[in-house]
Structures are given as structure tokens and as C-alpha cells.
């Protein structure tokens, strides 16, 4: 199955991802946010956990690749997001580690990114939401069956299905 049911393991995955992360980049002034379906606590989601390093300062973001790099991450480019840079696991590390043990995405983006202020209103709205939560589920699952349970399918599909209600979510929460 390509989604499942919310998970309350999920904030605990995220907790112990950032913890480690917070120890290596300590002296870093970043962020550690848990973005995505699984921070939503109620919404179905592929159990991956999405996280956003932040920072502010144009030279931390070297000092976060640099730590990055010495935890078994290499840079991936955007992946055609302008600004929101994807960090990779390499597949040699320690397999006893968090990190490898737990599904994540990790990208760094800086403060003023505007897909990072996208995702933290979008989670924000539906943390706050119940209504808009249970129609954006409903809108994923239908999403997942016309993909066939494909993840690469079922990612080109919601990118296009789901622009709309993301937008319309945005807008409202930021009226209110």
C-alpha cells in the first residue's frame, strides 16, 4: 500500500532524526522542521518523513553540507526546485543508524525560500483544519488508486491534482 494511516511513530522517526541532526550541527544556526503529510497528525501519508534544514545566513549553508557530507549525505542538486536543496544518503552507511533505519527526505533551504514558507503554511493549515485535512486525505487516496500504487506515478499525479487545493489552503490560512 502506498499510503497508510497516520502514524504516531512518525513524529517519533522525525524526533530522533533531528536530534541527530541538531548534535552534528551544533554552532549552526538552522532549523529542523518536519514537514509533509507525516508532521500532520491525522493524515494518511507515504511513510517517508520530510525534513527542512533552514538557515539564514548564506554561509551556513556550506557548514551544513560540510556536516552533511560527514554523516553519509551527498548533495543532490534541487531536483528543479529553485532554493530547496536535496541531500542523499549514500548507500554504504551504518545500517544500524537512524538514518538509515528510518525513510526520510532531507532538503536545505534558506529562511526566505518560498517553497519553504509553501510547505510550513500547507502543514500549518492542515494541523489547524480538520475539514481541509480530511478532504486533502480523501484527495490523496483517490490520487494513490488512479496511480495504481505507483510512488513515481502517484508523485506526478498529486504534483498536478493537488496544485490547486494547496493554493486555495494557502490563501485561507494566511487570511485568518
Known amino acids: 500500500m502506498l ?22 550541527l551544533q554552532g549552526v544556526n538552522c532549523a529542523v522542521e518536519h ?14 518523513i520530510d525534513i527542512d534544514l533552514v538557515y539564514g ?16 549525505y551527498y548533495h543532490n542538486g534541487d531536483q528543479g526546485i529553485s532554493g530547496r536543496e536535496v541531500f542523499k544518503r549514500k548507500g554504504d552507511q551504518d545500517p544500524l543508524s537512524e538514518l538509515d ?23 500549518n493549515y492542515l494541523r489547524s483544519n480538520e475539514r481541509a485535512r480530511k478532504t486533502y486525505a480523501k484527495l490523496k487516496e483517490k490520487i494513490a488508486e488512479e496511480a495504481g500504487q505507483d510512488r513515481k506515478r502517484y508523485a506526478a499525479l498529486k504534483q498536478e491534482a493537488a496544485r ?12 485568518s
Open 3 to 24: 499510503l497508510e494511516n497516520y502514524q504516531v511513530r512518525w513524529i517519533r522517526d522525525f524526533g530522533l532524526i533531528r536530534k541527530i541532526l541538531k548534535r552534528s
Open 35 to 48: 514537514i509533509g503529510s507525516t508532521a500532520v497528525p491525522g493524515l494518511c501519508a507515504k511513510p517517508i
Open 57 to 72: 545566513e548564506e554561509s551556513d549553508f556550506g557548514k551544513i553540507k560540510s556536516v552533511l557530507e560527514e554523516l553519509g
Open 101 to 123: 533505519t528510518i525513510s526520510h527526505h532531507l532538503y536545505i533551504c534558506h529562511v526566505d525560500n518560498q517553497e519553504l514558507k509553501r510547505h510550513l503554511v500547507f502543514r
Open 164 to 175: 490547486d487545493f494547496v493554493e486555495q489552503a494557502i490563501l485561507q490560512f494566511e487570511k
